[in-house]
Each structure stands twice: as C-alpha cells, then as structure tokens.
C-alpha cells in the first residue's frame, strides 16, 4: 500500500527538498499551504504536478484537522515556522504563535483525528544558544538566545511531552544549520553566495555582514532531509542531532565563495552593525554520533563542496535574470 506523507512549509527549502525524496520512495505527498494574496511556489514548481497542495495553517487546529481527517496521512513532517532569528527579535509574538503554540495544535490535531499518524517535529540547534557544552548532543542542557531558539525549545519540549503522554510516534530532529541555493536570500550563507554571484557579474560591489567570527556547523539541507525520513521509520520515536560535526565561521565561508569566482573577499565585505543580534550565538557544533548509529546516517556534503554549490548556482540565477532583462 502507498505511503502518504503531509508536510507542514513543503514551500519552504527543506520542505522542497523533502518532497523530492519522499516522491522517489513512491510516496504520495500532500503539502499544507497558507492562503495568501502572493503564494512562492517558486522551490517547488517542478513539482507541483506531483503533490497536492491542500490549506491550512498552523494557527487554526481546525483547518489541520480536517487535512488529517480528509487525507489520511501516515507521517506528518512540521517544517513550517517563522524561521529567521533575526525577525524573531522583531517578531516575537508571531513567532511563538506559529513556532511554538502551532506545534501544539497540530499535535493536538494528529492526536483528536489519528493517533498512529508518526509525527516529526522540525527542532534546532538555536535551542542550544549559549552553548553549555562543546560539542552539542542530545543531552546538552538547552540555552536559547532567541525568541526563535525559545520558540523551538517549545515545540520541541511539547513533542516530548505528547509523545509520553498519549504514547505518540512523535520525534525531533536537532538540526544543526542547513544550506542550499533554495535557501532564502536573508540567511547568510545565501546572501554571501548571491552576493558573490551580482560582484561577479559587475551588478553591486559590496556585502554588508555582521559578525564575521559566529561560527556555525553547516551542512547540506537535501542530506538533512533523509535524516528526518529515517527517524520516523523507526520502531520507537526519540530526538537526534543532525550535522555535519565540524564548525565554520561566516568568515570562512565568505573565503570559500569569494574565492570560488577568483576574488578576495576582503576588497568587497563590510562590517555593519545592524546585522549583530541583540544576543549573539557565537559557536554552534553538533555531535550527530546517535544518527550515525541508529539511523545509519552520515552528512554526503563537504563544508567546501557546498559553498561552491551554492555560489555556482547564484551565478546561473543572477545571470539568466540580467539575460532575461536585457
């Protein structure tokens, strides 16, 4: 019989990237969208014939209910959140509405309309923020310095919760950073790799940044995904760090794009201090050694090798749009 899958923000980079993998494994995916005036399909238009797109939205239980209800799903994936922790800062009230309190209704929904339905909740390595102890596991006590890492410490604490309370198939990935040329032009790594791109082609001269010295552990978000599917494919539901184990900081990977197109990085970074947080996250590595075990995971994608991904295929984007606008 054919698996079905709903994803929660299937509009978003994981979510395309998702939807991908779980087609190939002969699954029919259902992808839950808001209603609004201006829909971006724009991650997933190759494949959009594929999947079927139903409304709903993480604020309105009801609206889950009935997708749960009407398309019976076997495995539901959240990704869907206000996921930038710089608008968190700006935005708390929204972000915990949909981040956190919107955890809660959908589990609450899976739990009123299908109780075997296997949940995944999208956590964060934001979660850990001022880091207790180096590297992060699952047993790191949590820190976050973020409306958004507070936010996700909820949804991840409520799926703990649901799943000892009414004996849910709910898990967690601990996701560390995860990149791609789907990721959104205000994160930085895509902002660096976009950035790069228009100073190669002569369109800008300059990227302002932050704190060139935060350091992360990024990986590669279609590697990520697999990790998702493979905890719900487990016999017991529990909560995995997913990264690559190896730490970067902006400036290295501003190095790595520059130098990809032949330039210095340093003729064409500013330093500006609008881009600091209020409270910084300095040093983020994970510690994925239970995904290795259990899920018979491991992270395909070098540090390097998708810096150039990501630089490559902004080069492509900006340059087909000067063609297409000349």
């Known amino acids: ?8 923000g299937i509009t978003g980079q994981d979510g395309s990237y998702l939807a991908e993998l779980l087609l190939d494994k002969g699954y029919d995916v259902i992808g839950m969208v808001r209603r609004s005036s201006t829909l971006n399909f724009e991650r997933i238009g190759h494949l959009q014939d594929d ?3 139903v409304p709903g939205d993480l604020l309105d239980e009801v609206s889950m209910i009935h997708i749960l209800r009407n398309h019976r799903p076997d495995e539901v994936y959240n990704l869907a959140a206000q996921s930038f922790v710089q608008t968190s800062f700006s935005q708390p009230v929204l972000t915990g509405e949909t981040t956190a309190l919107g955890v809660t209704r959908l589990l609450d929904a899976i739990r009123l309309a299908d109780h075997e339905v296997r949940f995944y909740q999208a956590s964060s390595s934001e979660m850990f923020g001022k880091v207790v102890e180096v590297p992060q596991k699952e047993s790191t006590p949590f820190y976050p310095r973020s409306p958004y890492g507070v936010a996700k410490l909820y949804g991840h604490w409520i799926t703990v919760n649901y799943r000892e309370s ?3 198939h709910a898990s967690s990935g601990i996701l560390f950073n995860h990149e791609s040329p789907r990721r959104g032009l205000e994160f930085v ?14 369109l ?4 302002r940044l932050g704190n060139l010295d935060a350091q992360r552990d990024w990986g590669f978000a279609g590697d990520y995904v697999d990790a998702m599917w493979r905890m719900l494919q487990q016999d017991e539901p529990s909560d995995f760090v997913v990264s690559t184990d190896e730490t970067h900081s902006v400036r290295e990977f501003c190095e790595l794009a520059f130098g990809r197109v032949g330039l210095n990085w340093e003729d064409h970074v500013v330093i500006d201090e609008r881009f600091f947080r209020p409270a910084e996250v300095e040093l983020l590595v994970g510690d994925a050694t239970r995904a290795r075990e259990v899920l018979d995971w491991t992270a ?20 087909r749009q000067q063609r297409d606008n000349a």
Not at 191 to 200: E, L, P, Q, S, T
Not at 204 to 207: G, T
């Open 51 to 53: 999947v079927e797109l």
């Open 1 to 8: 019989m054919t698996k079905r899958a709903l994803i929660t």
């Open 204 to 207: 800008d001269s300059e990227i």
């Open 300 to 319: 395909k994608t070098s540090f390097a090798e998708l810096v150039h991904m990501m630089v490559d295929a902004d080069l492509e984007n900006v340059a």
């Open 166 to 168: 009414y004996g849910m």
């Open 189 to 202: 790594t895509r902002k660096i790799a976009n950035g790069v791109a228009r100073i190669k082609l002569g």
